[in-house]
């Protein structure tokens, strides 16, 4: 029974954030890639994008009262096919989580691909953070065959399917967390 309080604490604290949030009008929040290019350095694409993060209220309330948020960065490379139909070559999933640390009241990003971990004073300065995707290796360029075309796409996604089970359906029937941007498409430059 220990290990389950502080998850009803967290569904509690959820779930009445949901139905408050339902009866006024707050910000829903919204992801938005603003840019994304990819640059060929010693024989590897690398990635670098700017992402508009900005979680709804009932999220961030989530996040200060102990849920740790999951997002998502999902990335394909797709090539051109003239005959047939574009194929994906390749696609690559970072997950980032981003918790609050009541303690020592530090908003904490770990990439949950590698394990690095950053620790940050404010929500705004660790959001903006995680936003920020720079040298992120995409591809191996030996992978790209020359005189063929590649677009490579990317979307932001929170993770709701990593929230305890409870969580999930409770957020799964909130709009303020159904937070996807577009697919943000451009082309592999070589």
Known sequence: ??????????????????????ARVEDQGGFVIRTAYTELVG????????????????AVNALENGLPLTV?????????????????????TEHYQISFH???RRFIITNLNSGDQQSFASYRDAITSLGQVSD????????????????????AVLDIKSFPGPLQLIASLFKGWDLTSDWYQWELAS
């Open 102 to 104: 009541a303690l020592t």
């Open 136 to 155: 992120l290796p995409l591809i191996d360029a030996k992978l790209i065959e020359p005189g063929s075309r590649y677009n490579v796409r990317m979307r």
């Open 72 to 92: 998502e960065l999902q990335i394909e490379i797709i090539k051109h096919r003239s005959l047939l139909w574009n194929t994906r070559i390749a696609e690559l």
């Open 1 to 22: 029974m220990r290990l389950r309080f502080p998850a009803m604490i967290v569904g509690v604290s959820l779930a009445l954030a949901c139905v408050a949030g339902a």
């Open 43 to 58: 024989g590897v694409y690398y990635l670098n994008a700017d992402v508009d993060l900005n979680l709804s209220d009932d």
